[in-house]
T-cell receptor, first 111, second 114 residues
Framework: LAKTTQPISMDSYEGQEVNITCSHN???????ITWYQQFPSQGPRFIIQ???TKVTNEVASLFIPADRKSSTLSLPRVSLSDTAVYYC????????????FGAGTRLTVKP | NAGVTQTPKFQVLKTGQSMTLQCAQD?????MSWYRQDPGMGLRLIHY???????DQGEVPNGYNVSRSTTEDFPLRLLSAAPSQTSVYFC?????????????FGAGTRLSVL
């Protein structure tokens, strides 16, 4: 199982761009990188998924270098409501559940 | 759309009691999973299912049983509750294929074992 490492916490201010980097040195060839967001007292919510290069949706961008040993979640112009825990997971499309949630990154957005 | 529905939302048990946490999804997803989340921690996988009639163990399966008789339902049974099982339990589902890793989570069940 691919292990991920993220910063435990980050602080930012409203309107800033936030970049959260995740390290996954033993990522397998068929693994995808998936990010989730979790607010207190709620279940995690899918943000974005990618395999290589760059993926962008209405919420975030995901940057993946060529060696795929890390990935960076970019949140443009954060607001107070982006305060949450962000999880990076890697897993394949095999017939199992090989994704594991680590402790995540607790992002605090300040006014 | 209901998505993933978990019942009950809250439950208090005494040590040694048994109970079933219910999970239902209406998205026709093949994959379903149960996680537990302890305070300040990430989610840990208890059991998962890749389709009706098929279940497998995750990271922390001891003390829990599951079954998947239909695509929609994936109940989690606590056999003999212990204080160490006090936690928030989340059920999730996802489709097969490229979207397999995009899981939809329920609102959670908060369980206290006294």
């Amino acid at each position: 199982l691919a292990k991920t490492t993220q910063p435990i916490s980050m602080d930012s201010y409203e309107g800033q761009e936030v970049n959260i980097t995740c390290s996954h040195n033993n990522i397998a060839t068929n693994d995808y990188i998936t990010w989730y967001q979790q607010f207190p007292s709620q279940g995690p919510r899918f943000i974005i998924q990618g395999y290589k290069t760059k993926v962008t949706n209405e919420v975030a961008s995901l940057f993946i270098p060529a060696d795929r040993k890390s990935s960076t979640l970019s949140l443009p112009r954060v607001s107070l409501s982006d305060t949450a825990v962000y999880y990076c997971l890697v897993g394949g499309l095999n017939n199992n559940n090989d994704m594991r949630f680590g402790a995540g990154t607790r992002l605090t957005v300040k006014p | 759309n209901a998505g993933v529905t978990q019942t009950p939302k809250f439950q208090v048990l005494k040590t040694g009691q048994s109970m079933t946490l219910q999970c239902a999804q209406d998205m026709n997803h093949e994959y379903m999973s149960w996680y537990r989340q302890d305070p300040g921690m990430g989610l840990r996988l208890i059991h998962y299912s890749v389709g009706a009639g098929i279940t497998d163990q995750g990271e922390v399966p001891n003390g829990y049983n599951v079954s998947r008789s239909t695509t929609e339902d994936f109940p989690l049974r606590l056999l003999s509750a212990a204080p160490s099982q006090t936690s928030v339990y989340f059920c999730a589902s996802s489709p097969s294929g490229v979207a397999k890793n995009i899981q939809y989570f329920g609102a959670g069940t908060r369980l206290s074992v006294l």
